[in-house]
């Protein structure tokens, strides 16, 4: 590890929730953060709401499965906050549907954003990482990797995720490069909400209906997950690496 290695995080699908979250408490940690996401306007607001706060930021627009936009964006945050050394790699999308009822669209969009995406992103901040000799990868998977209902693309694409964090770790170990997965149960966001309304339910009944399966008797927040985020990027989890840690309330399989 370099004497004092860069204090620069990109995290991605920064535009609301889980992303949004890390994102605010990285800078309260001290890290001048890199906020990337497709929604400019989410990234925008949430970089200056950190500036505003005494921190540093930048909001980044751009699609993570195109690999110069990718490059593009990673080169900017390098320039204008200096290298990346964490990396947080949260963009995804869903496109839920049973298997018989799915397009290869379908298919094709949840593996590309997830894990083409996430590929790009590391391939690009890993040399920022390795020069350094110091770096932390935070990979978003799902409970849904175990398998869920309506959602074969999404299970299969957070599947893959852990695949590839326990690769990262095995390769970029060496250089000071630590990589873990988190694997968030429940979390009430937009995209759960969404959810509920394809549902036919009130957002706060779903809650309410998968609290009561939960053994903490409650819902994930985006800051339960960030919590989680700050201690893996933190110096005091250097030697975790290539885990996968389920934060859903109780235990999964």
Same mark, same amino acid.
């Given at each position: 590890? !370099? ?12 535009? +609301? ?14 890290? *001048? $953060? ?13 970089? #200056? *709401? ?20 990718? #490059?593009?964006? $990673?080169?900017?945050? %390098? ?21 018989f009822k799915m397009s290869e669209q379908d298919w094709d969009s949840v593996l590309t954003v997830h894990l083409r995406g996430s590929f790009l992103m590391t391939r690009a901040v890993q040399k920022y990482q390795t020069e350094q000799k110091w770096g932390r990868i935070v990979n978003l998977s799902s409970t849904s990797a175990l398998g869920n209902r309506g959602q074969v693309n999404y299970s299969a694409a957070k599947a893959g995720m852990q695949g590839f964090t326990k690769t990262l770790a095995i390769e ?25 309304? +394809?549902?036919?339910?009130?957002? #706060? ?5 998968? *609290? ?17 985020? !700050? ?9 975790? !690496?290539?885990?996968?840690?389920? %934060? ?6």
């Amino acid at each position: 590890m !370099s004497e004092s290695p860069s204090r620069v995080a990109i995290v991605t699908g920064a535009g +609301r929730g889980i992303g949004a979250a890390v994102a605010r408490r990285l800078a309260a940690d001290g890290f *001048a $953060v890199g906020l990337l996401d497709l929604d400019e306007a989410g990234v925008t607001a949430g970089a #200056e *709401a950190i500036v505003a706060d005494g921190g540093r930021a930048v909001g980044v627009a751009l699609d993570v499965s195109d690999a110069e936009q990718v #490059e593009a964006a $990673v080169t900017r945050v %390098a320039e204008e906050l200096g290298a990346p050394t964490v990396l947080v790699n949260n963009a995804g999308i869903t496109r839920d549907n049973l298997l018989f009822k799915m397009s290869e669209q379908d298919w094709d969009s949840v593996l590309t954003v997830h894990l083409r995406g996430s590929f790009l992103m590391t391939r690009a901040v890993q040399k920022y990482q390795t020069e350094q000799k110091w770096g932390r990868i935070v990979n978003l998977s799902s409970t849904s990797a175990l398998g869920n209902r309506g959602q074969v693309n999404y299970s299969a694409a957070k599947a893959g995720m852990q695949g590839f964090t326990k690769t990262l770790a095995i390769e970029l170990g060496k250089f000071g490069v630590t990589a873990n997965a988190i694997a968030p149960g429940f979390i009430a966001t937009d995209m759960t909400a969404a959810t509920a309304e +394809r549902l036919g339910m009130s957002f #706060e009944d779903f809650k309410t209906a998968a *609290a009561s399966q939960i053994p903490v008797q409650r819902v994930g927040t985006p800051e339960d997950i960030a919590n989680l985020a !700050s201690f893996l990027i933190s110096d005091g989890a250097g030697f975790i !690496s290539g885990q996968v840690i389920y %934060a859903a309330g109780g235990p999964k399989d």
